[in-house]
């Protein structure tokens, strides 16, 4: 990270919870400003895919409690 970046950081943090949340919620969604317009197609496809196969009981899933559990094993 950059020493601007570092110096950025130190400042922010001296701020209240209310003006780190105004500022966090700038600089997220001033990253949509970024997204690439073929990224966001991709991933309405791949999406719209998805639901298709849900809604015709060909997506094989598993329970969430099981994918719960084994996320909790993993990184506990």
Request: net charge negative; charged share 35%.
């Amino acid at each position: 990270m950059s020493e601007t970046a570092e110096k950025l950081k130190l400042e922010l943090s001296q701020l209240s919870a209310k003006e780190r949340a105004e500022i966090a919620y700038f600089l997220i969604h001033s990253l949509d400003e970024e997204i690439d317009d073929n990224l966001e197609i991709a991933w309405d496809t791949e999406l719209n895919q998805r639901l298709q196969d849900i809604n015709c009981k060909t997506a094989i899933g598993e329970p969430s409690s099981q994918v719960f559990s084994e996320l909790r094993e993993k990184y506990s």
